[in-house]
């Protein structure tokens, strides 16, 4: 019982500082060691916390990506997880207005109150994104089974799958994005130490270099097989089309009303294997130029897919061809929110290959959306010659909050 009364302790001492001093507190400054002086001036760098919606969703794209899942330890309350969600939002609300996560002391004899590792550093637009996983919803966990969202259910084993279960799952997600690494990690590394005593790091995802556009104003990035690729991802400006294929349905428990479902997979690419592949082969398995990112049936990038267009040996666009499969015209119009990172975590020496790839993040409406892209991508994409999927999570993603409010309130309620 101690333990309990320990750990519920912290937290609601860290909620309860971290979300008294969010609002304005970019102005709040002591003198000493101790300084909560903001990195930069108001506005510079920053990224709104409170919204309809959570950032991290529909904000342009930033460059660098630290990715957590995390389980809830045995034993932990429903009301250990509430208080939880509500330490975490003050604090990420505190991170992303460029202020340390929880208010500093001047207790010497204390550990400090923040890791301090991006004290002088300017926000960088972060963007802390919280995820539900479905196991929280389980019966005999925190009695949350009635409020599960509707459309939330662990992915099924898909085509070509071939997951680590230490790299899949998890019962909260948080996704922190920055345009500075140190940003994003001390996000994850902060609210990993809030947490301690009610939730464990199940894996974690560092990465680089984005490889998706969330804005028509952001250019099409390069993923490590040199290639252009999500062209035709879903952007911020196509309001109607977020409404269709990205915002939460209106039959979803009310806590879900502006959220969405994030699918993550873990995407290995055998680059050593694509290094020694033609230039014409490379650009048949994707379906577009490499210098342009034009696609077959065109010169420029964003011409029109031409999926019909022939030439003397047959499609233009091969049948195999990524382009082809992932295209809306082909998949009944589905169309996702993709959020991908490059990584590289060093050298499998097993396999005498580089560990890297692609992190793939999509955000959609319906979850089922993107297993059924992705089940026809398992069967029949050129592109799995050169791919492994080894890691797979799903979460649902409540929606935005209010000004001192905590993320998904209303499950609780």
């Not at 490889?211 to 196509?238: C, I, V, Y």
């Not at 109607?240 to 039959?251: I, K, P, S, T």
């Not at 873990?266 to 680059?271: A, E, F, G, K, Q």
Request: glycine share 12%.
């Amino acid at each position: 019982m101690s333990a309990k009364v320990s750990r519920r302790g912290f937290l609601t001492a860290a909620g309860g500082a971290a979300a008294g001093a969010v609002a304005g507190a970019g102005l709040v400054a002591v003198a000493g060691d101790d300084d909560e002086t903001p990195a930069a001036p108001p506005g510079t760098g920053r990224v709104a916390f409170d919204g309809a919606h959570q950032a991290g969703i529909i904000t342009p794209a930033q460059d660098r990506l630290h990715f957590a899942a995390f389980d809830v330890v045995p034993g932990a309350t429903r009301a250990d997880l509430r208080e939880l969600l509500a330490a975490w939002t003050g604090a990420a609300r505190r991170m992303t207005a460029g202020l340390p996560a929880r208010p500093l002391t001047a207790n010497p004899a204390a550990p400090p109150a923040d890791t301090g590792e991006a004290a002088g550093l300017p926000p960088a637009r972060l963007t802390v994104t919280f995820g539900l996983g479905p196991g929280l919803f389980a019966a005999e966990r925190f009695g949350l089974t009635a409020r599960r969202p509707v459309r939330l259910a662990p992915l099924p084993a898909l085509p070509a799958d071939e997951l680590d279960p230490a790299r899949s799952g998890g019962d909260l997600a948080v996704q922190a994005c920055a345009d500075d690494p140190q940003v994003a990690f001390h996000a994850v590394r902060n609210l990993a130490r809030i947490g301690r005593g009610v939730v464990v790091m199940r894996w974690s995802q560092l990465g680089f270099g984005r490889t998706s556009s969330t804005s028509s104003a952001q250019e099409t990035p390069r993923n490590l097989m040199g290639f252009k690729d999500g062209t035709n991802n879903l952007t911020a400006e196509e309001t109607d089309e977020l409404r269709r294929h990205l915002w939460a349905a209106a039959d979803e428990p009310a806590w879900m009303a502006g959220g969405t479902y994030l699918v993550a997979r873990r995407i290995r690419m055998l680059i050593e294997v694509w290094d020694r592949a033609s230039l014409d082969d490379q650009e048949a398995t994707f379906g577009r130029r490499r210098a342009s990112g034009a696609p077959l049936t065109g010169s420029r990038e964003r011409d029109p897919v031409d999926l019909a267009a022939q030439g003397a040996d047959g499609p233009l666009i091969p049948p195999g061809a990524h382009i082809r499969l992932a295209a809306p015209e082909t998949n009944d119009g589905i169309r996702l929110l993709r959020r991908g990172y490059s990584f590289t975590d060093g050298f499998d020496a097993e396999l005498g290959q580089l560990d890297a790839g692609l992190f793939f993040v999509s955000f959609q409406r319906d979850p089922q959306a993107f297993v059924r892209v992705q089940t026809r991508l398992g069967r029949e994409d050129a592109l799995n010659e050169y791919i492994k999927h080894v890691g797979s999570a799903v979460f649902a993603v409540p929606g935005g909050t209010r000004p001192g409010r905590p993320v998904a309130e209303q499950l609780f309620a």
